[in-house]
């Protein structure tokens, strides 16, 4: 491997290093090389000079890396067109990005697309920022692995073609400022996996899909600055999970739906610029201004005063009248409905009797039925709705005894696959296993809706301060210093539990922040087990580095890269996955975060701070005013039983880095043990606050089955 990254270097490559047939990887990023370089190296596996000022042609000999894996030019100035890369079938990763390559047009800018389709297990291409134009090739289709596509800031033209269709594990799509034209096709709603999707700034028409309803797991949507017509398609309502929608700047009409006031987790609502209509709603998050944009709509009246719109102009009395009759309508519905359900209800009735209130658990002495946990969560209410997940939904809810208990409703979406086994995996999981850092589990109940469905749910303790997720991005309020180490602490001691302490070794395989709940002490509790695995067929005494091959991958960012290549669920991958949460706690960066800079995960981007011992540069701005400076943004129970030290604080958060690189590590087998993680942690608590762990804490677990 030649490693020459973060130095100072400038002139030129040697041309010697063309002699280095056994060379597999070659890193000379974040320097100064101004070189046209041609290489013919066999064996390379891995190529990154990112960010240089290399400018000229991407070498052809390219093609022939028959052993390459990823290559990375982003960052410099090479011009004209890319080589195939059919004979590399091992390629997983191409970026690109910031590059002046592509010929604004040329048919063949695209033609490397097609050749990536020999790279079976190809997950990443990011080619946003060049000069590439034409049309995206329907070869696109082919690339079944693909997980992220950037292809914005070029100048593609066109209709995106409907075999993006087969990318079934596409979950970011990012389009944007190109020539794109005519609809967006229906059947985007097959990328079931999509998280991000970003075609604004382009010419599209037609209408907002309503199959765009299909993809629940959207986080953000941008289509704004296009020619979209119609109205806003009542499908989007399933999109509980969104938390930016912009469709602003279109051609938009029809009413604001409702639908929007119970979008909890919504941040930014853009609608402005479009010809919506009628009244606005003034309840849930449409009363926020610091949410939803509404200007440039001339029809809108009503809503609350901030957005400065007219006052809808129907009369008192056109509103009473259709107050009656909407209470005339009702009455009728009701009655016929009440009939309806008397004669359902002696259908269900037996069908109740033999689900209703049956647990999965035998030790769950608490039972509630459906009907409780209708009334205790008004109805599944969505102003008591606290999360949304891949599986289901998770609802504060009341209980009406003497107590007055607060509890969490997990309700499982039976029609989305998967649910169902998500369901038995977390009961299982769950019924056995006691820790003071596990999320404790109430009750299961599995039995039938109002409606005879089958209901499955689960119901946990509530954990008032939410998820870790919500402190470590937040909006008015953070974490500091000694509550981020002692939550990771919580999270070490909940994982040696699982794999040390277990009779049978438990694997969670989805670790992140957003399954980290905190308590009233800031306590953390990891929780959600839906993806969980048993290492059955492992000796206790000897498990480490063992696998278990299982379809599952996580979440992207934390799960760790040797799930993507061969579905391997070990204890090492939950290693890797705190690893990735205890740097992202401490840089306040998420995995996938962009401003980690092109070609960089976190990993990487905390391991190159390191190397300088300059640790200042990549903590938490909020952590470097703490620590660094000596000042805090807020008051805190914690903040105040220590004293933070500058001349110390680098020294601890370099410790701290060091954990969660060795525990993130690519190669498992080189990963620190989870226990020898939690243990250099509390090493550096002590020293922090001065005293040390109170004995027999480990002791508080209960026996694990």
């Known amino acids: 491997m030649f490693n020459a990254a973060n130095n100072r270097l400038t002139g030129e490559i040697p041309r010697e290093i063309g002699s280095l047939n056994n060379l597999q990887n070659f890193v000379v990023s974040f320097n100064s090389l101004p070189s046209d370089m041609g290489i013919s190296l066999p064996n390379l596996q891995s190529f990154d000079v990112a960010l240089n000022y290399l400018s000229g042609t991407v070498p052809v000999s390219f093609s022939n890396a028959s052993n390459l894996e990823q290559l990375q030019l982003q960052g410099n100035d090479f011009r004209g067109g890319m080589p195939s890369l059919g004979r590399s079938p091992n390629l997983f990763r191409l970026i690109i990005n910031n590059n002046s390559l592509g010929n604004a ?135 509980r999970g969104i938390q930016r929608l912009d469709i602003s700047s279109n051609n938009l009409s029809g009413q604001i739906p409702e639908f929007f ?108 039925s459906y009907q409780r946990l209708h009334k205790a969560t008004d109805g599944f209410s969505t102003a008591n709705l606290v999360g949304v997940g891949s599986f289901g939904s998770v609802y504060k809810g009341v209980l009406d005894d003497k107590n007055g208990a607060t509890i969490a409703v997990k309700v499982f979406n039976l029609e989305r696959r998967g649910a169902s086994k998500s369901f038995k995996a977390e009961c299982e999981a769950l019924k056995n296993i006691r820790h003071r850092n596990l999320v404790r589990i109430v009750t299961v109940c599995s039995s039938v809706d109002y409606r005879g469905n089958d209901f499955k749910a689960l119901v946990y303790e509530f954990l008032a301060n939410g998820s870790l997720e919500e402190w470590l991005h937040p909006v008015r309020r953070s974490l500091d210093f000694l509550q981020r180490l002692n939550v990771a602490i919580d999270v070490a001691s909940a994982l040696d539990y699982l794999q040390h302490q277990c009779q049978t070794p438990i694997v969670h395989c989805d670790l992140k922040p957003s399954n980290v709940l905190l308590d009233d002490d800031m306590t953390g509790h990891v929780g959600d ?92 701005q909020a952590l470097f005013d703490e620590l660094l400076l000596g000042v805090t943004s807020h008051a805190s129970t914690s903040s105040s039983e220590y004293i933070p030290k500058s001349e110390k604080s680098e020294e601890l958060l370099i410790s701290i880095f060091e954990v969660g690189l060795a525990c993130s590590s690519d190669i498992p087998q080189e990963r620190l043990g989870i226990r020898e993680a939690a243990l250099k942690l509390v090493s550096v608590r002590n020293k922090l606050v001065g005293s040390a762990l109170p004995e027999g804490e480990s002791a508080k677990a209960g026996p694990c089955m």
């Open 529 to 620: 087990f839906g993806l969980a695995r048993f290492l059955s067929s492992l000796d206790k005494r000897s498990f480490e580095g063992r696998t278990s091959s299982v379809g599952v991958r996580g979440t992207v960012g934390y799960a760790p890269p040797e799930y993507g290549m061969g579905n391997l669920v070990s204890i090492q991958g939950d290693v890797y996955s705190y690893g990735i949460l205890l740097l992202e706690m401490f840089t306040g960066r998420r995995p996938t975060d962009e401003s980690l800079g092109a070609g960089l995960n976190l990993h990487n981007f905390v391991q190159f701070a390191l190397l300088e011992k300059s640790a200042a540069k990549v903590v938490d």
């Open 105 to 239: 047009g040329g048919e063949d800018d695209l033609s490397f697309i097609s050749s990536l389709s020999n790279a079976t297990n190809f997950q990443a291409l990011i080619m946003d920022h060049n000069n590439f134009g034409g049309r995206l090739p329907v070869d696109i289709g082919n690339l079944s692995a693909l997980q992220i596509l950037y292809i914005s800031e070029n100048k593609l033209s066109g209709e995106l073609p409907l075999e993006i269709q087969n990318l079934n594990n596409l979950q970011r799509l990012v389009a944007f400022d190109n020539g794109f034209s005519g609809t967006i096709p229906s059947t985007i709603g097959k990328l079931q996996n999509l998280e991000e999707l970003d075609l604004s700034n382009n010419s599209f028409t037609g209408s907002i899909p309503s199959s765009l309803g299909s993809c629940v797991r959207l986080e953000s949507v941008n289509l704004q600055g296009n020619q979209l017509q119609g109205a806003i398609p009542s499908s989007l309502r399933s999109l």
């Open 261 to 368: 006031e119970g979008m909890n987790l919504l941040q930014i609502l853009n609608l402005s610029h479009n010809s919506f209509e009628g009244e606005l709603s003034v309840n849930g998050v449409l009363r926020n201004d610091s949410v939803v944009s509404v200007i440039g709509n001339s029809k809108l009246c009503g809503g609350v005063a901030e957005f400065n719109l007219p006052p809808c102009s129907f009369s008192r009395q056109s509103k009473a009248l259709s107050h009656k009759l909407k209470i005339v309508i009702s009455t009728i519905c009701s009655l016929l409905v009440l009939t309806f359900m008397g004669s359902c209800l002696l259908i269900f009735w037996i069908k109740r009797r033999g689900k209703q209130d049956r647990v999965t658990a035998d030790d769950l002495q608490v039972k509630l």
